[in-house]
């Protein structure tokens, strides 16, 4: 649990860079699949999670021009 906290407060930090008319948009969207995947335990199925959060959110940053490099923090932890 504390992994997703971690990859959660990194997707919201991103969120920030975002062009501030869609900040709410993407922050509950975040929320949303955070609570909808909360109750995940499988390490198989969690490891697929952070995987797509972290293509999601590069997907996002690179549709609003946003370098994906700024993302390394996310990628760290997705990836551990």
């Known amino acids: 649990m504390e992994r997703a906290a971690r990859a959660y407060r990194a997707v919201l930090r991103l969120v920030r860079r975002l062009p501030a008319e869609t900040r709410p948009y993407y922050s509950k969207y975040a ?4 609570v909808n995947y909360r109750e995940v335990d499988d390490s198989t199925s969690l490891d697929e999670l952070f995987r797509r959060a972290y293509t999601h959110t590069t997907w996002v940053l690179n549709k609003y021009s946003i370098d994906e490099k700024v ?7 997705c990836n551990s």
């Open 71 to 77: 993302a390394h923090r996310l990628k760290e932890i």
């Open 31 to 34: 929320r949303e699949n955070f």
